[in-house]
């Protein structure tokens, strides 16, 4: 199941541009009070690195992952997730478009 | 002043990319049930048509717009915006990054 809209009490206004523009998402904070942003990346291959654990729920699009260099690529396409340990990086490919919801902690 | 947040009610999780990724949105809906979008139009020059008529509001970055060929280019800056007709054109151009609040009605 995809989550399309998620009940909100307030968004940043300016955006989150990271690698030139190659991932865009904007934070908002949810009805609940917890911390989320909802993001795109665009056709790219990059290395993120995580602060607090990451979930990345894709609701549109798709991507592949690769938690540890060396390590499995791995598909993740609309309604699936993926979990990233804090302090880490994880590489992403995207051909297409990866929209995603990332939820912290 | 710059609105750095909004309240809001709920957002679309997918994003709104155009031009390849050079303009990408969320749409959300405010707490007052009103619909708007925040995004941000990277380095480009790109042309955007209105079905409503549209509130450009400014939250950081600059650019310059035009709201009608051959006429003036105009600089929006934080904290400014500016304010196009329904079912027009207006033609934009951003050096570094414009991050906007899109009003609509």
Redesign the interface.
């Known amino acids: 199941m995809t989550?399309?809209?998620?009940?909100?009490?307030?968004?940043?206004?300016?955006?989150n541009?990271y690698f030139?523009?190659?991932c865009?998402s904007?934070s908002?904070v949810t009805a609940e009070g917890e911390n989320k942003s909802?993001?795109?990346v665009?056709p790219a291959e990059l290395t993120f690195g995580t602060a607090a654990p990451e979930i990345m729920e894709c609701?549109?699009g798709s991507c592949e992952y690769q938690l540890e260099e060396g390590g499995a690529w791995l598909p993740c396409t609309a309604g699936q997730s993926f979990k990233i340990a804090g302090n880490a990086k994880f590489n992403i490919r995207v051909k297409d478009?990866f929209?995603y919801?990332c939820h912290y902690g």
């Open positions: 989550t399309e809209t998620l009940n909100a009490r307030s968004i940043t206004t300016k955006a541009v030139d523009g190659k865009v904007h908002f909802v993001g795109v665009l609701v549109a478009a929209h919801i």
